[in-house]
C-alpha cells in the first residue's frame, strides 16, 4: 500500500509541474537549476477498433507511424539513472530502471521481441522521440536508444529525469 501512496505522490508532483511549465508560469532561478522531465514507453501493439491503442509518429524529419497501446508500462518514476552516451557519430540515451522497472522491461521486451518501444518524453518540447525494435529480453534493466533530439536537448532531458529520480529517492526515505 506504501508503494501505490508513493507512486500516487510522484505522478501529482509530476503533473503539477507539467501544469506549471505549460501555463508559462515564471519560476526562480532554483527551478532553471533543477528542471524536470518525464519519459513514458509505450508497447506497439496490433491495431483494434478498441480505442486502447494510437498511431503515433516517431522522428520529425521523415516519420515512422507506430501503433502503441495508450497505456505506459513504464515511466519516469521507475528511472534510478539517465545518461548521455557518446556513439560513433552521435550519442544515446541511457536509461536504468529500478528493480520494479527492471522487471517490467525484462517482461515486455520477452512479450513484444520483435515490436517497437514507443518512447515520449516531455523537457520542455513533448513528443515521440525514439522507437527502438527489442532484438532480445533486456534483463539487466539498461534501455539504450538513439533519440530525435539534439544533444542540447537530450542533455537537459537527462538532467529532468535524474533531477525526479534524485527527488523521488528523498521521498522514499519519509
Excluded at 16 to 32: I, N, R, V
Excluded at 35 to 57: F, K
Excluded at 154 to 173: C, F, H, Q, S, T
Amino acid at each position: 500500500m506504501m508503494i501505490k501512496f508513493i507512486r500516487f505522490n510522484t505522478y501529482l508532483w509530476l503533473a503539477a509541474g507539467a501544469l506549471l511549465l505549460a501555463t508559462g508560469c515564471k519560476t526562480g532561478d532554483k527551478d532553471k537549476k533543477h528542471p524536470l522531465s518525464t519519459l513514458e514507453l509505450h508497447a506497439e501493439v496490433g491495431r483494434d477498433n478498441g480505442g486502447d491503442n494510437e498511431m503515433v509518429p516517431v522522428l520529425r524529419e521523415h516519420p515512422v507511424y507506430v501503433n502503441v497501446a495508450k497505456e505506459t508500462f513504464l515511466d519516469a518514476a521507475d528511472i534510478v539513472e539517465a545518461n548521455v552516451v557518446d556513439d560513433l557519430g552521435g550519442f544515446k540515451i541511457r536509461l536504468k530502471f529500478n528493480w520494479r522497472g527492471t522487471q517490467l522491461l525484462e517482461s515486455y521486451s520477452t512479450a513484444y521481441r520483435g515490436r517497437h518501444i514507443a518512447v515520449f518524453a516531455v523537457w520542455g518540447p513533448a513528443r515521440w522521440i525514439a522507437a527502438p525494435v527489442v532484438q532480445k529480453p533486456i534483463a539487466d534493466g539498461v534501455l539504450t536508444f538513439t533519440p530525435d533530439c539534439t544533444r542540447e536537448e537530450a542533455d537537459r532531458l537527462v538532467k529532468g529525469l535524474n533531477n525526479v529520480a534524485d527527488d523521488i529517492k528523498k521521498e522514499e526515505k519519509f
